[in-house]
């Protein structure tokens, strides 16, 4: 799989976050709340919202094979290429010498040989 990493430090901005007076579980509505302004996520802490908005929201890996627009997780651009781009995508199978189940990662085939095979 081709993924590049970006740098989406300039994605963050103060535009992204919205500070807001919501009620609070007991009733209060004095507590100030971060709220994202990308998605209905809502943060006490601005440095949790600043990660949340860089983990989530920056664009930082794009697909080599098509001009989709960056993915802010790996896990989004790989479940991408899984589902555009099925026959190009190489999975690696480790099997279990034991019994031949086969595991898409080496640590899910170690850990199935640990606990059942030991």
């Given at each position: 799989m081709n993924e590049s990493p970006q740098d989406g430090s300039s994605h963050i901005n103060q535009n992204s976050i919205n500070p807001t007076k919501m009620p609070s579980d007991q009733?209060?509505?004095q507590d100030l709340r971060l709220q994202c302004s990308h998605c209905a996520m809502v943060f006490d802490k601005e440095y949790l919202l600043r990660k949340h908005i860089h983990r989530r929201h920056t664009p930082r890996y794009s697909c080599s094979m098509c001009n989709q627009k960056p993915f802010g997780l790996r896990a989004d651009l790989n479940r991408h290429i899984s589902s555009r781009?099925?026959?190009t995508s190489s999975k690696t199978l480790?099997?279990?010498p034991a019994c031949g189940k086969s595991f898409p990662r080496k640590d899910n085939l170690l850990r199935h040989v640990n606990?059942?095979?030991k």
């Open positions: 009733g209060k509505d781009h099925p026959d480790h099997q279990c606990k059942l095979h």
